[in-house]
């Protein structure tokens, strides 16, 4: 009797054990994001399989902030869409590094209701990294 229910649990639990695929137990990056200055200001992120899109919005136009990764990998394509008037000034940094608006290609995007900018980061900044810190003016005073 003892063994023919060890046979029935080894033959029904036998998928519980064997991981064939190589995919990780945690596919979805998470992330925490921060302003640090303004209060009017708000960054959010979207995850869609390899893909993140963080929005930045900021009333006032000028800010900062930080994106860390908390868990997880960077996905393939990191988008930053800020809804700004204008975007004159762009400062990224990481660790030992840093790239501005001249270093990117900033595309403008018009809806019905509002603009933004679309700022894709390169993948080889963000591949030693766990936290990036924005800072952005929409037009020099």
């Known amino acids: 009797m003892i063994k023919y229910l060890v ?18 137990l945690f596919e979805n990056p998470i992330f925490k994001t921060e ?8 960054i959010s992120d979207r995850v869609i399989k390899n893909e993140v899109t963080f929005n930045i919005e900021s009333d006032s136009g000028i800010g900062e902030g930080s994106i860390e990764l908390v868990e997880g990998n960077w996905p393939t394509k990191v988008t930053l869409n800020f809804y700004l008037k204008g975007l004159e000034g762009l400062n990224i940094a990481a660790e ?33 990294t766990k936290r990036i ?7 020099y005073r």
């Open 133 to 139: 810190k924005l800072q952005w003016i929409d037009f």
């Open 35 to 42: 302003c640090l200055a303004g209060r009017d200001n708000h």
């Open 7 to 24: 046979t029935i649990l080894l033959l029904t639990c036998s998928g519980c054990f064997d991981r064939t695929d190589e995919r990780p």
């Open 96 to 128: 030992n590094k840093t790239i501005e608006l001249h270093d990117l290609e900033a595309t403008r995007h018009e809806t019905e209701n509002s603009s933004y900018y679309e700022v894709t980061l390169p993948n080889d900044f963000l591949a030693t």
